[in-house]
């Protein structure tokens, strides 16, 4: 049977998410996440578990989610996003693999004052197993450009770190990573030293291990810029970069903490510094 929802000189709106991205969230799997912007899911966490996801399906759901973007009464978040564009239907390649978005855990050994999964009690460990979703993907299948934002959670807290790395390294795939820092792992390391993973981010959040603890739940400031200075050696061995980010709230606005994070971040020298604010409270109506 023809699935097809367009004749291949058809010129349709599409988007390189829908075409050949994976959001593994929590709740189950979707093409994209894009700030508050995100297509529906493609099945839920239950649903993978129960095996029903094989490369056929997310190809099927990619061709629906480029006809629903096409038509005048299906609501998705994506026909009001900047990245949609018009291509040659049969230009869309719906095998590949692109940006990955790996969030299927929650599970985090700090307790951040401004996080939504510490604000709604939800750190819950992985429902399924993201790698069999992957492995779906032949290595001819990885775009030259693809990457994977590995966030989460804390991605140190998984008891396969290893194994995501490996993949994604023999794969090609360009790693983004979001730790706390208060975990070194060895792996992180190699990674930034040999360069498979290109960029490590770590909010510090403080300039003194009292306004650390307050805003992050643990007294574990003295730890993570140790670790980041380890982390920041790698970066000098090899082509990973690490990035040390300052979330600014009303708690860590003081002189005594900006001072401290500017002095700590001239002794580490990471290879960028990202200065950025809370936005919870424009979203949250605080």
Not at 138 to 167: C, Q, R, S
Not at 175 to 182: D, R, S
Not at 241 to 255: E, H, P, R, V, W
Request: proline share 4%; hydrophobic share 40%; net charge negative.
């Amino acid at each position: 049977m023809n699935n097809e929802p367009f004749q291949p000189d058809d010129i349709v709106k599409t988007c390189s998410k829908l075409e050949s991205g994976l959001n593994l969230a929590i709740n189950g799997l979707r093409a994209c996440t894009r700030g508050a912007l995100m297509p529906p899911l493609f099945c839920s966490a239950e649903d993978i578990v129960q095996g029903m996801v094989t490369k056929d399906f997310i190809i099927d759901q990619r061709k629906e989610y480029i006809r629903m973007l096409n038509d005048d009464h299906s609501d998705m978040d994506c026909k009001g996003c900047l990245m949609v564009e018009k291509k040659r239907y049969g230009d869309i390649h719906f095998s590949r693999l692109g940006h990955i978005d790996l969030q299927h855990y929650s599970i985090c050994n700090l307790r951040c004052s401004y996080c939504a999964y510490t604000r709604d009690d939800m750190h819950y460990p992985p429902r399924y197993d993201a790698m069999n979703i992957l492995r779906l993907f032949n290595p001819e299948d990885v775009e030259w450009n693809a990457h994977v934002d590995f966030a989460g959670g804390e991605p140190t807290m998984l008891e396969n770190l290893e194994e995501y790395l490996d993949f994604f390294r023999s794969r090609r795939i360009r790693v983004l990573m979001f730790t706390n820092a208060v975990k070194f792992h060895q792996a992180i390391y190699d990674g930034l030293a040999n360069g498979s993973i290109y960029l490590v981010i770590t909010s510090v959040d403080a300039g003194t291990p009292s306004t650390f603890k307050t805003l992050r739940g643990r007294d574990q400031y003295l730890q993570v810029l140790e670790n980041l200075s380890r982390y920041a050696g790698a970066c000098s061995k090899g082509t990973g970069m690490l990035a040390a980010k300052y979330i600014f709230t009303d708690s860590n606005c003081g002189d005594d903490d900006v001072a401290g994070f500017a002095y700590a971040m001239l002794a580490l020298r990471p290879q960028q510094v990202w200065l950025t604010i809370d936005f919870a409270p424009m979203f949250l109506g605080q």
